[in-house]
C-alpha cells in the first residue's frame, strides 16, 4: 500500500533551519506531483510548496517565498523541504502529500495520500 513517512522536524529557534524528508513506498514515485502543507495550532491545513514529477517546476506559499526550498530525488522516492530563516509563525505539524496527477497544485483536493506529519516548533 502506499505510505508517506515524513522526517526531520523538530524544535529550533527563530532564524533558524530544518530540513523535512518524506519517503514514499507503494507508488510509482517519480510519476507523480509531491506536495507539503502544514497545519499550526488551531488553524486550518494550509498549502507551502509543490514540485512536478521532474522537479521542473515549484511553487511556493507567498509566505515562505525565499525562505523554504523544496526538491526531490527519485531516485530515492523522496522529497525534501529545506526551511530557513524559521519564524515562531511556522510552527506546524508539517505533511507531505501525493498529488492524483503528474504537475504540481496547490488545492488540498488535489492530493490523494498523506503522511503522518512531522511537528515543526519554531521558538522566539
Known amino acids: 500500500q502506499v505510505q508517506l513517512v515524513e522526517s526531520g522536524g523538530g524544535l529550533v529557534q527563530a532564524g533558524g533551519s530544518l530540513k523535512l524528508s518524506c519517503e514514499a513506498s507503494?507508488?510509482?514515485?517519480?510519476?507523480?506531483?509531491m506536495g507539503w502543507f502544514r497545519q499550526g495550532p488551531g488553524k486550518e491545513r494550509e498549502f507551502v510548496s509543490t514540485i512536478s514529477w521532474s522537479g521542473g517546476t515549484t511553487y511556493y506559499a507567498n509566505s515562505v517565498k525565499g525562505r523554504f526550498t523544496v526538491s526531490r530525488d527519485n531516485a530515492k522516492n523522496t522529497v525534501y523541504l529545506q526551511m530557513n530563516s524559521l519564524k515562531p509563525e511556522d510552527t506546524a505539524v508539517y505533511y507531505c502529500?501525493?498529488?492524483?496527477?503528474?504537475?504540481?497544485?496547490?488545492?488540498?483536493?488535489?492530493?490523494?495520500?498523506w503522511g503522518q506529519g512531522t511537528q515543526v516548533t519554531v521558538s522566539s
Open positions: 507503494g507508488i510509482t514515485f517519480s510519476a507523480y506531483g
Open positions: 502529500a501525493k498529488s492524483r496527477a503528474s504537475m504540481t497544485s496547490r488545492s488540498l483536493s488535489s492530493y490523494d495520500y
